[in-house]
Antibody, heavy 122, light 113 residues
Framework: EVQLVESGGGLVQPGGSLKLSCAAS????????IHWVRQASGKGLEWVGR??????????AYAASVRGRFTISRDDSKNTAYLQMNSLNTDDTAVYFC?????????????WGQGTLVTVSS | DIVMTQTPLSLSVTPGQPASISCKSS???????????LYWYLQKPGQSPQLLIY???NRFSGVPDRFSGSGSGTDFTLKISRVEAEDVGVYYC??????????FGQGTRLEIK
């Protein structure tokens, strides 16, 4: 069974940092890109960024709203992806989801984690 | 960035009746190889989004055939032939023609009358 489990969310002060994890199981993690998508309370979905697989040089891409502050990485030996978030502000308060896109398939974001809540507040 | 615009933003449907959601993109989602990068997702209350339709009209595994997608270029439609109670939630269209960024529509909330 494909599973993605996010962790690491919590309360952080403005200007602070937080690192989220996305633990995967039930599929070949090394053959998938991992995307992060966030959702503020009562709002829509906002794509945050993605990291591709090794054959695609672990290429990363980010939304303009987080570029330069957020960094996505992965450890294929642990089947885990990470979202390092720095210089957080109140606009970053949201539930953060990770999702997969299996390389060379036409079905993006076909499985999602349950999400982890990040609250940026003083 | 490609802007995705959904209409309506909410709809209330009697069980057994059809429903339709429109999604328009600010640029064509058709590439030079003939593929169109338009997808539909449903986020049920309290759940993560789930993929319904990929590349305009292909149902994802396990998606009931009452769901169908159509359209081309910049205009797309998701139709539910006979709405059921379990279809309640927020529907999003999404594009990956131009990445980054992937962009989503604002969402359409479906409720049952």
């Amino acid at each position: 069974e494909v599973q993605l489990v996010e962790s690491g969310g919590g309360l952080v002060q403005p200007g602070g940092s937080l690192k989220l994890s996305c633990a995967a199981s039930g599929f070949t993690f090394s053959g998938s890109a991992i995307h992060w998508v966030r959702q503020a309370s009562g709002k829509g979905l906002e794509w945050v960024g993605r990291i591709r697989d090794k054959p695609n040089n672990y290429a990363t891409a980010y939304a303009a709203s987080v570029r330069g502050r957020f960094t996505i990485s992965r450890d294929d030996s642990k089947n885990t992806a990470y979202l390092q978030m720095n210089s957080l502000n109140t606009d970053d308060t949201a539930v953060y989801f990770c999702s997969r896109w299996v390389t060379d398939t036409p079905t993006p974001l076909d499985y999602w984690g349950q999400g982890t809540l990040v609250t940026v507040s003083s | 960035d490609i802007v995705m615009t959904q209409t309506p933003l909410s709809l209330s449907v009697t069980p057994g009746q059809p429903a339709s959601i429109s999604c328009k993109s600010s640029q064509s989602l058709l590439d030079s190889y003939g593929r169109t990068y338009l997808y539909w997702y449903l986020q049920k209350p309290g759940q993560s989004p789930q993929l319904l339709i990929y590349e305009v009209s292909n149902r994802f595994s396990g998606v009931p055939d009452r769901f169908s997608g159509s359209g081309s270029g910049t205009d797309f439609t998701l139709k539910i032939s006979r709405v059921e109670a379990e279809d309640v939630g927020v529907y999003y269209c999404m594009q990956s023609m131009q990445l980054p960024p992937i962009t989503f529509g604002q969402g359409t909330r479906l409720e049952i009358k």
